[in-house]
């Protein structure tokens, strides 16, 4: 298992190679991409900040969750940071387990609780020039209207 943070490209192909355990017979991906609408608003591209540490340390509490849940075999979860345009891969998730059900249910608990609880802010570059930061109210800089140190 394994939940991490990078100013990367995500490879899926080379990620899926490292969840070769035979003893799944599921594996379930999600992939999160930026897309070009957000509430009725054109995007133009987004910036994703993070506290890399609290990030991946709460980002693992939430696959042993998962795990703990569900009947999986394996976890990984990549988060991509920096500016992203449209079209990238801004998050990649597997799952492994015997039995699809329980692969499908770990993949939706671990994109849900991460947009949730995972201390990563967006910030959304608009098609009309202006900016915003995205889903952080209560933790980051939209609260404050700073960006995170």
């Excluded at 969840?19 to 594996?27: I, K, V």
């Excluded at 991509?80 to 801004?90: E, M």
């Excluded at 692969?103 to 910030?123: L, M, N, Q, S, T």
Aim: negative net charge; contains cysteine; aromatic residues 6%.
């Amino acid at each position: 298992m394994e939940f991490r943070i990078t100013d990367r490209d995500i490879d899926p192909a080379a990620l899926l190679r490292s969840l070769g355990d035979t003893r799944a017979g599921a594996c379930v991906t999600f992939e999160g991409r930026v897309r070009q609408q957000n509430d009725g608003r054109g995007v133009k591209s987004l910036d994703y900040e993070a506290f890399v540490p609290l990030a991946e340390k709460e980002g693992m509490k939430i696959l042993d969750e998962a795990r703990e849940k569900h009947a999986v075999l394996d976890i990984l979860c990549v988060h991509r940071t920096g500016s992203l345009a449209l079209g990238d891969l801004a998050v990649w998730i597997a799952v492994t387990a015997e039995h699809r059900g329980a692969a499908f249910e770990a993949c939706r608990y671990v994109i849900d609780e991460a947009k949730a609880r995972v201390p990563i802010w967006k910030k959304e570059h608009y098609a009309d020039g202006s900016t915003e930061w995205i889903n952080c109210a209560t933790r980051g800089p939209g609260a404050s209207g700073a960006a995170p140190a």
